[in-house]
């Protein structure tokens, strides 16, 4: 299992416990040297700043605020932050973990509220605004809503099976899932991604440092079922899936998979399966990096 499984799961999947999705852990006080590294008191405060920051610009289409080490006249710091202590606080600020479609459903299920809303990822990256592959779960701990009234067009209160259905359509574009936290362990939404997402772009597409886990799963290909069609090769994002033109049959790399499942929605055949990734020799302690 993940770090987080292990650190705030009780040995199960973290997103699927509900004492992550509390109020009281929403409003419980942040240590000293949590403060010091997100500036912080509280994760309401950091989650009501994310919103502003990330959230309104998408759907507002202004510009988002600058920060303080972005702001004209800053000053790099004298000492730079190594690679172990800025991927530590990723993953207490803001980290994310893949998920499959069926993981997506059962997070869904344990919330008491989902509002989809737009994407800052896109927002950033295209500049179109209103583009709405985020859920944000839980109770509106922010009020959202009332605080940005004019935002009522872009932000959609729903219910678990509304939710649900737009997800799978993602599924079948291929936008593989994942799960977010605002200051672990705290889950503050589901992102439906691609190339145009930041986490994305940042550790896939240019080899950068992680912002999210592997799944809890890999994919896997029954060759007696496999017809070679390689549909199913469009879907992946992580370069996982392989063609032989010796056996006419595509086999996935465990290695390589980040076990997000969208590669089945492309299969006629059902020849693609989820197995969990301790039953992979290979892949069963691959989480961040090969």
Not at 42 to 54: G, H, M, N, P, Q
Not at 114 to 124: A, E, V
């Amino acid at each position: 299992m993940c770090e987080f499984c292990i650190q705030h799961g009780e040995g199960k999947q973290w997103y699927l416990q509900m004492k992550n999705y509390s109020n009281e852990l929403l409003h419980a006080p942040l240590t000293s040297e949590q403060r010091n590294a997100i500036g912080f008191n509280t994760r309401y405060e950091w989650l009501d700043d994310f919103i502003r920051d990330f959230t309104v610009p998408a759907y507002m289409g202004i510009s988002r605020k600058v920060t303080q080490s972005e702001g004209a006249g800053s000053t790099k710091p004298s000492v730079l932050p190594s690679e172990e202590q800025i991927l530590a606080q990723r993953q207490f600020e803001h980290f994310g973990q893949v998920i499959p479609i069926e993981d997506a459903g059962k997070i869904l299920g344990i919330v008491d509220s989902i509002t989809r809303m737009p994407c800052g990822c896109r927002y950033r990256s295209t500049g179109l605004t209103n583009q709405r592959y985020c859920f944000g779960l839980g109770a509106d701990p922010v009020k959202m809503l009332g605080k940005y009234p004019e935002s009522s067009a872009s932000l959609e209160v729903m219910s678990k099976e509304e939710a649900l259905k737009i997800m799978q359509k993602f599924d079948e574009e291929g936008l593989m899932h994942s799960v977010w936290t605002g200051n672990t362990p705290f889950v503050i939404g589901i992102c439906n991604c691609d190339a145009d997402c930041g986490a994305y772009r940042g550790y896939i597409k240019d080899r950068g440092l992680p912002n999210f886990f592997r799944a809890e799963y890999i994919c896997q290909v029954d060759f007696d079922q496999c017809n070679g069609c390689k549909e199913c090769m469009r879907q992946c994002q992580f370069a996982a899936m392989f063609y032989s033109s010796s056996n006419g049959k595509v086999s996935i790399a465990p290695e390589r998979c980040f076990g997000c499942g969208v590669c089945r929605a492309a299969c006629l055949q059902n020849a693609i399966s989820l197995i969990p990734r301790v039953e992979s020799p290979i892949a069963a302690n691959i989480w961040l990096r090969e």
